[in-house]
């Protein structure tokens, strides 16, 4: 004899509100709890909130929070949190049939899985937004992004009256309530917040680099580095000056490029008062007082304080001579020279040129 709460869970599922997807079934009540859990979910993770339907899944997901790693690979030692990522990477050793990256080397189990990796390398994102036109490289961030548009936020803090459009975002603004970071490294113990920070700074401990340039072969531990890197190849620099027309291909370039517009000089020396917009112009500057000379010449025994004047002065021994007057040809090592060789033509009176500083 079904019980009450059972024969309600029929009812539940077969009758008002049809809630089961494989419409009316003849399996017994062992199954149709199968479907009553995924009506709720009781299990809830007291690290960032996610709930669960089943005790199993809690226990799966924790091992995020704490780092634990109990599945051993018997071939290799290379650990993981999920027996089913075990069995994964034990294909590769097993011979079993499996579809490796090209550019990074892993592995996935499914051949479509390993498509939606390839993205991550080609920078491809057939999900296109039908409203505002950004394309998404999965679709169930297409699926995210259309929250915004719809002003669908489902996701609601009980501490406060935010909403939010996915359950990613509830998770970290909560953290804000209670202060906790969620994340902990299990090598260095240091703590993140956000998912994506704590997987990045594992890499710098693991040395994985899984983002290759398929141009260079140089490869990155994060994908916004990598695509930062392909900047140098493609030559897109989207970082425009709003006071010239100069453009950057890094977002930090621009930054100190716009120094020299403002007059913010925030690199003091402390033996003269003098600012530099730059680290880098602050770090030569002090090497007139130190008197330090790093840059040392490979032919003579030669060496100077700046890189620039090396380069220069590596011109006498080469016999390269790139600045060229436009009046008689002649050509000059240095920029200098050509300078106050142009006074001959104007009839200006010349230059006395000093010494090349070192």
Do not use: W
């Not at 994506?196 to 994908?223: E, M, V, W």
Request: aromatic share 8%.
């Amino acid at each position: 004899m079904a019980s009450i709460k059972e024969c309600g869970l029929v009812k539940q599922i077969h009758i008002e509100e049809k809630t089961c997807e494989f419409g009316q079934c003849d399996e017994g009540l062992s199954h149709l709890r199968a479907h009553y859990r995924g009506l709720e979910k009781p299990y809830q993770c007291s690290h960032c909130l996610k709930t669960f339907s089943v005790n199993s899944n809690l226990l799966r997901h924790l091992k995020i929070h704490t780092g634990d790693k109990p599945y051993t690979c018997n071939h290799c030692d290379k650990t993981f949190q999920r027996n089913d990522e075990l069995q994964r990477h034990l294909k590769i050793h097993n011979r079993v049939t499996s579809y490796q990256c090209s550019q990074c080397g892993e592995v996935f189990s499914k051949n479509s899985k390993l498509k939606i990796h390839i993205r991550t390398h080609t920078g491809e994102k057939p999900y296109q937004c039908s409203n505002c036109g950004k394309s998404f490289s999965q679709k169930y961030n297409l699926t995210y992004h259309m929250k915004t548009h719809n002003g669908e936020k489902p996701y609601a803090c009980n501490q406060c009256d935010k909403v939010y459009s996915n359950n990613d975002k509830l998770t970290r603004h909560f953290s804000t309530h209670t202060g906790e970071k969620l994340f902990k490294c299990s090598y260095c113990d240091k703590c993140f917040s956000n998912s994506g920070h704590f997987i990045n700074h594992l890499r710098t401990h693991t040395g994985d680099k899984p983002y290759q340039c398929s141009d260079c072969g140089k490869a990155f531990s994060d994908n916004g580095n990598l695509r930062t890197h392909l900047r140098i190849h493609t030559g897109e620099k989207p970082f425009q000056c709003i006071y010239c027309d100069k453009a950057f291909s890094h977002s930090t370039d621009l930054k100190k490029h716009l120094r020299t517009h403002i007059g913010s000089k925030p690199y003091l020396c402390v033996q003269c008062g003098r600012g530099f917009s730059t680290s880098t112009g602050h770090k030569s500057h002090m090497r007139t007082h130190t008197g330090e000379k790093p840059y040392q010449c490979s032919h003579c025994d030669k060496a100077f304080s700046q890189n620039h004047l090396l380069k220069s002065h590596l011109r006498l021994h080469s016999g390269e001579k790139p600045y060229l007057c436009t009046e008689c040809g002649k050509a000059f090592s240095q920029k200098r020279y050509l300078k106050n060789h142009l006074g001959i033509h104007s009839g200006d009176k010349l230059v006395l040129m000093q010494p090349l500083s070192q």
